[in-house]
């Protein structure tokens, strides 16, 4: 059974990429790399997105025709959206929705058009193994990936594990007005970022199972353009790869 491993920067999959077993090989389709192969024992294509609900969309829709995987894991970063939620933070989403869907009057607002639904579920037992492998990670070899300088830097406190409603669209949020003006529309919403929601409804399309799970790498607001790249650079992989590592080692090995 093979997982679709997806980002949307190149930072957010490079230790995983550098992980892969000897053997791998690379495919390219539609201005995209899918890099096939092993990683800790499970069939595994991973692949570089790139920014956005789009490219999002067609890259998972690849994943399924071309490669024909059976599970789909989102990993990235993402903007806190809730109240007491920090930098460093890790967001697995149980529910996805696309905050910039707007066919209001014809639609209500959020509701994708002609689907019925406005929020899609990410699937119960990969975002428990997520939310589990995420707090393990956490506790026991966060502080050794990431100087106490750094996090002191970043004012990453005590990060902790969250799962709830991530919203995703088109736009970097970069200022506190939007994050009250996306509190105010969905304020069940922890966190926002640009494929999740487009991720989720192409899985739902295609019933295939899927998750996502995001480090927030600033609050959204009007220093996330400080924030944002500075987290990339420096902490991103190192939750992506180690959280993902604990995930597919917690996971029972592949028969064949
Ligand atoms: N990804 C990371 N931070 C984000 C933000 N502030 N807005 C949208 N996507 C993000």
């Known amino acids: 059974m093979t997982l679709g491993i997806v980002a949307a920067l190149h930072e957010e999959i490079a230790d995983l990429l550098a992980e892969m077993a000897p053997g791998a090989h690379v495919e390219h389709i539609g201005m995209r790399d899918y890099h096939v192969g092993k990683l800790h024992g499970h069939d595994c294509v991973i692949v570089l997105a790139r ?22 894991v989102f990993t990235g970063v993402a903007g806190g959206l809730a109240h007491g939620l920090s930098v460093g933070d890790v967001v697995i989403a149980d529910t996805l929705t696309q905050h910039d869907m707007d066919a209001s009057p014809l639609f209500p607002r959020f509701e994708i058009p002609l689907l019925g639904r406005a929020a899609f579920d ?36 005590a990060p902790r594990v969250h ?50 799970m995001r480090t927030l790498s ?39």
């Not at 920014?51 to 024909?68: M, N, P, Q, S």
């Not at 926002?192 to 409804?201: C, L």
């Open 51 to 72: 920014i956005g609900k789009v490219a999002a969309a067609a890259t998972t829709a690849a994943l399924i025709h071309r490669f024909d995987v059976r599970e789909i």
């Open 122 to 157: 990410a699937e119960a037992s990969l975002r428990d193994a997520l939310a589990q492998a995420a707090r393990e990670w956490l506790a026991d070899e966060m502080a050794a990936q990431v100087s106490a300088a750094l996090r002191t830097e970043l004012r990453m406190s």
């Open 163 to 212: 799962v709830g409603q991530i919203a995703s669209g088109d736009r970097f949020v970069s200022s506190a007005h939007e994050v009250t003006l996306l509190r105010g529309t969905l304020p069940q919403a922890l966190a926002v970022e640009m494929e999740g929601a487009a991720v989720a409804q192409v899985c739902h399309e295609y019933g295939i199972p899927f998750a996502v």
């Open 218 to 256: 600033d609050a959204a607001d009007d220093t996330a353009h400080v924030d944002f790249p500075r987290f990339l650079r420096e902490v991103a992989s190192h939750y992506s790869h180690g959280i993902l590592r604990r995930f597919l080692c917690a996971r029972s090995a592949p028969s064949n």
